[in-house]
C-alpha cells in the first residue's frame, strides 16, 4: 500500500468512527425509540459492521494463526453487543438467566485482550513454529479468570447484585480490568518493536491514533463512573469504546503495512516488472502485469502457474541469466576438473621423485658403508684361484653386503627397526661359519625393536668378530638381547681385542664392552629397545 493509499484509508477508517458516534448518540436518544426498553439501533448497525469486519480479516490476514485471533477478536466483539441486548430486550424480567447473561457479558473482556497478545506474538514468525511459551501460561490464566466470572454467583468478587439489579464491583472486577489492560498495552509494545520498516514506523501515529480514540472514550466513561452526555443524551456505551480501541488499532495497523495483507494486488501487478495474471476459477481475468515476450517467441521465457484459492496465478520466467549463471559454472567446473587432473599429476611426479631420490639416497648409503667388503669381493672375483681358496671369507663378505644392505633399507622408512632383523642377519652369517664346522649358538631374547643405527652397528660389530675369529676359533654364540641394556652378546674361544673395533662403529665404541682376552672372549654392545 502506497503513502496516498494509506492516508485514503486513514481517513475512511476516522469517518467511519464519527459515523458510528453520531448513529450511537441518536440511538441513545428519543427520537428513534422503539418498542424496546433500549433503542437497539446502534447494536443493528455495529453487529453487521463486526460481521463484515470479520470476513474482511479473513480474507486479508495472511499469516494463520494472525488471522484466526483476528476473527476471534470479531467475534467476541459480536457476542458483546449480542449478550447486551439479550440482557436489556429479551431477558430483562428472568433474573436467573439476565444475570448469567451478564457474567458471560464480562468474557469479552478478557479473551479480546487475550486473541490481541496471541496475535502480536505471532506476527511475522513462522506458522510452523511453536508457540512463544509465554501464550499458554496467558491463555491458562484467561481461563481462570473467565471460570471465576461465571461463577460469581458463589463467591461474590466480580458483581455485588441486589434485588432491584444495583450493584456494586468487587476487587475480581479491578483485577480483570487491570489484567486486560496490561495485555492490551503488551501487544502495542511487541508490535511496534517488531516493525522494522522504516515507511511503517514513520507512520505509526495512524493506529496510535485510531486506537486512541477507543482509550479515551473508555477512560472517561470510567472516570465519570458512566457514559458522558451531550444535552442530556448519553454520547456512546462503554461497549462502543472498548470495540474502537481493538478494532481501529489492527485495522491501523494492516492500514501501515504492519501487519502484512493481501490488498491492493492491483497496486502490485501494475507496478511489478514480472509477467503474471491472477485468474479466477471462470476463467476470467482479474489483474495482469506489464506483457514480456511469449514462450514461443524466446526460449528463455518460461510460463509457469501455480493454483490459489478462487483461482490461478500465472507468471513468465526469464531464465536467461539462470542460463549464463549456469554455463559460466559448467566452464568453471572444467578448468577446475582439468587444474585438479593436472595437480594430481604434478603430486604423483613429485611423489615418484622423492621416492627415487631417497632410494638414490640409500643406494648411495649403501654404496659408502659397505665399499671395503665389496672391494675386496671384486678383487676375488678377478682372481678364480683365490676366490676358490677363500671361499668362506667370500661368502661372510656377501652375506654382509647383503644383509648390511637390507637393514639400511629399512632405515629408510623408520627410524627403528625391528630386532629379528638383526637375529636373521646373524644366523645367515652362522649358517656360512658352519659349512667349516664352526659350532655357532643363536640365542633370542626380548622381542622389540632398536634403533636403526644401533642395529646396523651391531651386525658391524658382529661381522668384524667373525671375520676375526675364522679359522681360528671352534665355537662361536650370540644372544641377542639378553637383558636390559644390552642389544647384542657375543662370545668366543678366539680373541678379540679392542684394536679389533671398525670404524664405522666408532660412534657406538662406548656400548662396547670385551671381557676376557684368551681362550673366552666376552663382547657386549649395549643398547636400549623400544616397543
Request: net charge negative; aromatic share 10%.
Amino acid at each position: 500500500m502506497t503513502l496516498s493509499q494509506s492516508k485514503k484509508a486513514y481517513l475512511n477508517f476516522l469517518i467511519i468512527i464519527v459515523v458510528l458516534l453520531v448513529i450511537d448518540y441518536i440511538s441513545c436518544s428519543d427520537l428513534l425509540y422503539g418498542p424496546f426498553h433500549l433503542n437497539s439501533l446502534f447494536t443493528a448497525v455495529f453487529c453487521p459492521i463486526l460481521i463484515m469486519w470479520g470476513f474482511s480479516v479473513r480474507n486479508r490476514i495472511i499469516m494463520p494463526h494472525v488471522r484466526h485471533c483476528l476473527v476471534g477478536i470479531a467475534f467476541s466483539l459480536l457476542m458483546l453487543f449480542v449478550l447486551r441486548t439479550c440482557r436489556h430486550e429479551f431477558f430483562y424480567a428472568s433474573p436467573e438467566i439476565n444475570i448469567f447473561l451478564w457474567y458471560m457479558y464480562y468474557i469479552s473482556f478478557v479473551a479480546v485482550p487475550t486473541l490481541s497478545f496471541h496475535a502480536a506474538v505471532r506476527t511475522g514468525s513462522d506458522p510452523e513454529s511453536k508457540p512463544h511459551k509465554s501464550i499458554p501460561m496467558i491463555w491458562a490464566l484467561s481461563f481462570l479468570l473467565i471460570i471465576s466470572l461465571l461463577t460469581n454467583s458463589l463467591h461474590k468478587q466480580l458483581l455485588i447484585i441486589g434485588d432491584d439489579y444495583s450493584y456494586d464491583h468487587g476487587w475480581l472486577y479491578y483485577a480483570f480490568l487491570i489484567y486486560s489492560l496490561i495485555l492490551t498495552i503488551t501487544s502495542l509494545i511487541i508490535l511496534f518493536r517488531k516493525c522494522q520498516l522504516s515507511l511503517c514506523r514513520k507512520h505509526v501515529y495512524m493506529p496510535v491514533s485510531l486506537c486512541l480514540i477507543g482509550i479515551v472514550m473508555l477512560t472517561v466513561y470510567l472516570v465519570k463512573g458512566g457514559s458522558p452526555e451531550l444535552f442530556g443524551v448519553k454520547l456512546y456505551l462503554m461497549q462502543e469504546a472498548f470495540s474502537l480501541i481493538f478494532i481501529g488499532f489492527w485495522e491501523g495497523c494492516i492500514i501501515i503495512g504492519l501487519l502484512p495483507s493481501n490488498t491492493h494486488y492491483k497496486d502490485l501487478f501494475g507496478i511489478s516488472h514480472t509477467d503474471a495474471e491472477l485468474i479466477s476459477s471462470d476463467k476470467s481475468m482479474h489483474f495482469d502485469s506489464v506483457k514480456t515476450p511469449a514462450p514461443d517467441q524466446d526460449e528463455d521465457i518460461i510460463r509457469k502457474e501455480y493454483p490459489i484459492n478462487g483461482g490461478v496465478v500465472r507468471w513468465t520466467e526469464d531464465v536467461k541469466t539462470v542460463r549464463d549463471l549456469n554455463d559460466e559454472l559448467s566452464e568453471a567446473n572444467e578448468r577446475i576438473s582439468e587444474e585438479n587432473d593436472l595437480i594430481e599429476e604434478e603430486n604423483r611426479i613429485m611423489e615418484e621423485y622423492t621416492r627415487y631420490e631417497t632410494l638414490n639416497r640409500l643406494y648411495d648409503s649403501i654404496a659408502d658403508h659397505t665399499r671395503d667388503k665389496v672391494t675386496a669381493l671384486d678383487n676375488a672375483l678377478s682372481d678364480t684361484d683365490s676366490f676358490e681358496k677363500n671361499i668362506i671369507p667370500n661368502l661372510l663378505l656377501g652375506t654382509y653386503v647383503k644383509r648390511c644392505a637390507n637393514l639400511i633399507l629399512l632405515s629408510g622408512s623408520s627410524k627403528t627397526i625391528s630386532i629379528e632383523e638383526l637375529t636373521l642377519s646373524i644366523r645367515e652369517t652362522f649358517e656360512d661359519l658352519s659349512i667349516m664346522g664352526t659350532d655357532c649358538v643363536l640365542e633370542k631374547g626380548t622381542p622389540g625393536k632398536a634403533s636403526a643405527e644401533a642395529i646396523i652397528a651391531a651386525f658391524d660389530l658382529f661381522e668384524s668378530v667373525a671375520e676375526k675369529v675364522l679359522f681360528k676359533c671352534s665355537v662361536i654364540s650370540a644372544s641377542v638381547t639378553p637383558a636390559p641394556g644390552i642389544l647384542l652378546q657375543i662370545e668366543t674361544d678366539a680373541s678379540y681385542i679392542e684394536d679389533d673395533i671398525p670404524e664405522k662403529i666408532k660412534k657406538f665404541r662406548s656400548s662396547v664392552q670385551i671381557s676376557g682376552y684368551d681362550e673366552e672372549v666376552c663382547i657386549t654392545f649395549g643398547g636400549d629397545l623400544y616397543d
